[in-house]
């Protein structure tokens, strides 16, 4: 069997030789013509003046668009229609696309776009949560608000409470390739468009509508990205549209790729959130009663933002019971980029508000942080005995009503603790806190649970599309996309082991709209849960129709025919897996199949905040050990374990490299990455000389990370998890080492915002040593 | 603008070809011969996505010029490889599953052999500080450091 087996991924050898294509690296045809966007410098205002002539003028300028030269739609929003490609007489941030230049080359096309005179008439911009709530600027009519219970009254009826404000960063994806796309006019007006996109159909969707043809018409083709983490879901729309529509225009093939400060200065990156949260516990710190209200700053356009939000409100109680909750929920409009998808989708921030809250409950009370959050934890899956639940009574039910049903973090948090040592650790490093001042070490743990399925019900399906040739060799192709985690080969194993063959008769294709319609972008976590079964389905349709072939010819039943190690057993017969195909094809049996599959069990109201809007959740939890230089609030991360449920596990080797890399994204986001936009609106960070993410350097000294010897409940590919986003949520165990550390420089709570730079470390060390 | 003719030496082979004064070695190397292997991260020397080695010593080619390449011996990924067989190094980060998206991989293998060119027998650190000018968003670099460690004390052993 493959599956299970610690495969390298797919294209690793093309990687270490260099010859791994992506968009930039595909030959283009003769003539092919570059493009680039003239960005707004000003975060609100009206155009009241655009000359494009010394645009036009520039060297190798072949053609200049504006929104009133678009023939069809001029829109490359996923959701609400609200963001056009080019301006249409408004701009809403700095960044955003005024005009187009289609030009000779690349670097022609950027220069040529500098030389616009654009006069816009700026108006005061909204920019911080504060502006936006002052002036009602928000996308739905108000805040949504998911509760149970009565959580002011449980507030105000238990013996303790604390109450804050948490200040919370976005995050640049920083895929290491920008954004890009290709296209090409194929005959009669159809186009072929290459994109390194999360989601074909939906470029497949825009680009239709944009050349004003049915989706028919459009062809979309990825083979990979160089990283996407949700920052490929929506926003390559704009550069295959425009490629798109000046591919129609010129007739000739159209590229498009963002230089990377014009990227983080045009793209939506996390979107950052200020929390505040009031929390009622009992002297044992069981949680009474517990209130957010979480504001997302969600940019100029409506994106993804709702999905977004609705899911940090899913993730306030991350793995705890919470017996009465009110959670509100604002999504506030702003002059800034379009705050989009990324790794979590909203769940980061959500438990981020409720480790929070833990971390101050233990300080309040003086308390083990482990201890009290094991305390809050829901109930135990059946049949996890590790600890005995000291809820007393039914603690499984999550806010919005989904019980948890598969709840495994009691006996993880055992296996952890042991393995890391931590109860000599945390004596260890008290010990060290006691006797030095300069240098102060912390400890932090962090549970995870997170939700898998779409929240957006109806996403949750996919289509496969397997072809047998003659020959025994099998054509692989699904919706899903392959960003680096892994996903096609995660999936080709699957096909391996229905036919029982070697991985290297599975060839694996670029993802095509051509061959498999209507997917749903590959986010969510989703990839190999939903395509790994349309696969499994695609697959078991062939299988089924040779052995009913086989079992005819060799008079046995069907039930007997076996597919094992490259052959096929039929009665007494044995042959090849390749005899067989051969066999069949002469006896005239479809060997191709599509495959489709739709998660059960999910149905959710997102207005009542009601229902199973998970088919199951995903577990993991971190200890983290960091030092910090209270002089320079300079720290780093000493050691980190991580134990982490990936099911049973379709490749442990690409689901450790997930998990390790999840950590490392999620402590970066909390620490080091910091977005800085200054009073006019101008995203100052917008390089990797000014934003910082994790260096090899940055690594934690010792990084010990295992998965969790189980399987999933629920009847998933092979009983795997998805493991995509969960681990990224790990890194919240470095922000609480951090605050852990702080703490221990006097009395009073840290109240650490995020990223926890060195700058923030410092000043909250400051505000301890003073007594402020 | 007028073009300049450049010979230079690209992984052992000699190579010419005309290049806009301004155009960095990444553009020429990627545009002009067909090298895809360095890729363009950042375009400002911070992320080494674009590494290469100039006369043995280890560059961002999206920081030097294509003209100064005259008369130079350049190296890429695509030379790393003696023929159909893999270096060390390549095998090891295939072992070690120390790659995903795979796009800052070949910057990651062209500074890690100028590493071990340079010091066959580094220490852990010594490859975290060495690599940190090579930015990897999908792994959270332990794979890629088990990875140099191995392939170093395979050529030491080797050698």
Redesign the interface.
């Known amino acids: 069997m493959s599956v299970t087996r610690s495969h390298p991924h797919d294209a690793a050898r093309l990687h270490v030789t260099g010859t791994a294509r992506y968009i930039d690296d595909i030959p283009t045809p003769r003539g092919s013509l570059h493009l680039a966007f003239g960005l707004s410098d000003t975060a609100r205002g009206t155009i009241t003046a655009l000359d494009l002539d010394p645009v036009r003028a520039a060297p190798g300028v072949v053609a200049v668009l504006t929104a009133d030269d678009l023939p069809f739609a001029n829109d490359v929003s996923p959701s609400a229609h609200d963001e056009p490609l080019l301006a249409t007489g408004t701009v809403h941030y700095v960044g955003q696309p005024i005009f187009l230049v289609v030009a000779e080359s690349h670097l022609a096309a950027r220069r040529a776009a500098r030389l616009a005179r654009v006069e816009i008439a700026a108006e005061v911009p909204i920019l911080t949560i504060d502006q936006a709530m002052a002036a009602e600027s928000r996308f739905e009519e108000g805040p949504r608000l998911y509760a149970r219970g009565d959580a002011a009254a449980a507030i105000a009826a238990a013996p303790r409470m604390v109450e804050g404000t948490l200040e919370l960063g976005g995050q640049e994806h920083f895929y290491l390739e920008g954004q890009a796309a290709l296209a090409v006019p194929q005959e009669g007006g159809d186009m072929l468009v290459q994109s390194s996109t999360q989601h074909p159909t939906e470029i497949q969707h825009k680009v239709a509508e944009a050349l004003g043809v049915p989706m028919h018409g459009v062809r979309v083709e990825t083979r990979r990205m160089g990283g996407g983490f949700g920052g490929k879901e929506s926003q390559g729309n704009a550069l295959a549209v425009a490629c798109a529509v000046a591919a129609r225009m010129t007739g000739r093939a159209c590229k498009m790729r963002y230089d990377r400060d014009d990227d983080m200065v045009i793209t939506g990156k996390r979107h950052d959130f200020r929390i505040t949260y009031r929390a009622g516990f009992d002297d044992a710190g069981m949680l009474q009663g517990v209130e957010f209200v979480q504001y997302a700053r969600c940019g100029w356009a409506q994106d993804l933002s709702l999905p977004v939000a609705d899911r940090a409100m899913l993730h306030a109680d991350n793995a705890y019971f919470l017996p009465n909750v009110r959670i509100e929920s604002h999504r506030l409009k702003t002059n800034t980029q379009s705050a989009t998808a990324y790794r979590g989708f909203g769940g980061p921030q959500g438990m981020v508000g409720i480790e929070r809250v833990m971390d101050h409950v233990a300080h309040d009370l003086g308390m083990d942080p482990v201890e009290l959050r094991r305390r809050n934890y829901y109930d135990a899956a059946a049949g996890d005995f590790s600890t005995k639940n000291l809820g007393g009574g039914a603690r499984d039910l999550t806010p919005y009503g989904q019980r948890v049903e598969d709840f495994e973090l009691h006996g993880m948090t055992d296996a952890l603790m042991e393995s890391a040592g931590y109860a000599a650790r945390r004596a260890a490093v008290d010990a060290w806190n006691a006797e030095h001042s300069a240098i102060k070490k912390g400890l932090g743990f962090a549970p995870v649970k997170f939700g898998i399925s779409f929240t957006l019900t109806h996403l949750n399906q996919a289509g496969a599309l397997v072809h047998v040739y003659q020959d025994g060799s099998v054509h692989l192709n699904h919706g899903g996309t392959e960003m680096g985690q892994g996903l096609f080969q995660k999936v080709a194993q699957v096909a391996a082991s229905r036919f029982g063959i070697p991985l290297e008769m599975v060839k694996i294709t670029a993802t095509d709209t051509a061959k498999v319609p209507n997917t749903s972008a590959t986010a969510a976590s989703s990839g190999s849960d939903l395509n790994g079964m349309a696969v499994k389905a695609a697959c078991d349709t062939i299988r089924e129709r040779m052995a009913a072939f086989l079992a005819e010819r060799h008079q046995c039943e069907v039930a007997q025919v076996r597919f094992e190690e490259g052959r096929v057993f039929a009665g007494g017969a044995e042959m090849t897996f390749a005899q067989a195909a051969q066999m069949a094809y002469e006896g005239r049996v479809s060997l191709s199949s599509t495959g489709f599959y739709k998660t059960p069990k999910v149905a959710w109201d997102r207005i009542r905040g009601e229902g199973r809007p998970f088919f199951y959740f995903a577990y993991g939890c971190a200890l983290t050990e960091v030092a910090v230089d209270t002089r320079t609030g300079e720290n780093r991360i000493l050691r980190a374990d991580i134990l982490h449920d990936a099911g049973a596990s379709l490749n442990p080797a690409l689901d450790i490299g997930q998990v390790e890399g999840g950590y490392v994204q999620g402590a970066g986001w909390l620490t080091t990455e910091e977005l800085v936009w200054d009073e006019a609106g101008r995203l100052r960070t917008h390089a990797p000389s000014t934003y910082k993410i994790p260096a090899c350097s940055d690594r934690p000294e010792v990084f010990n990370v295992a998965l969790w010897d189980g399987q999933n409940r629920e009847e998933t590919i092979y009983r795997s998890k998805a493991v995509g986003e969960p681990p990224f949520m790990l890194g919240i165990s470095a922000w609480l080492a951090l605050s852990d550390a702080v703490a221990a420089c006097g009395d009073a709570y840290p109240a650490l915002d995020a990223p926890a730079t060195a700058e923030r470390v410092w000043d909250a060390i400051g505000r301890l040593r003073d007594g402020v | 603008m007028s073009k300049i003719h450049v010979s230079t030496t690209i992984n052992g082979d000699t190579a010419e070809f005309l290049c806009d004064p301004r155009e960095t070695l990444l553009?020429v190397l990627?545009d002009r011969l067909?090298?895809?292997?360095?890729?363009?991260?950042?375009?400002?020397g911070?992320?080494g996505?674009c590494s290469v080695t100039l006369d043995g010593r280890l560059v961002c080619s999206c920081l030097v010029l294509g003209a100064e390449a005259e008369g130079r011996e350049i190296a890429?990924?695509?030379g790393?490889?003696p023929g159909e067989e893999?270096h060390p190094?390549?095998r090891k980060?295939?072992?070690h599953?120390a790659?995903?998206?795979?796009?800052?991989?070949?910057g990651i293998?062209v500074a890690a052999k100028a590493l071990l060119e340079k010091n066959p027998d580094p220490t852990e650190t010594e490859?975290?500080?060495w690599?940190?000018?090579?930015?990897?968003?999908?792994?959270?670099?332990?794979?890629?450091?088990r990875a140099v460690m191995d392939a170093a004390a395979e050529m030491r052993e080797a050698a």
Do not use: M, S
């Not at chain 2, 995903?100 to 991989?105: A, D, E, F, S, Y």
């Not at chain 2, 690599?131 to 450091?145: E, F, M, P, S, V």
């Open positions: 553009d990627r067909g090298l895809t292997g360095a890729k363009e991260g950042c375009g400002t911070d992320c996505a890429t990924v695509e790393i490889a893999l190094l390549q980060f295939i072992e599953a790659l995903q998206c795979g796009i800052c991989t070949p293998l490859v975290r500080y690599l940190a000018g090579n930015l990897c968003r999908c792994t959270g670099y332990d794979k890629i450091i």
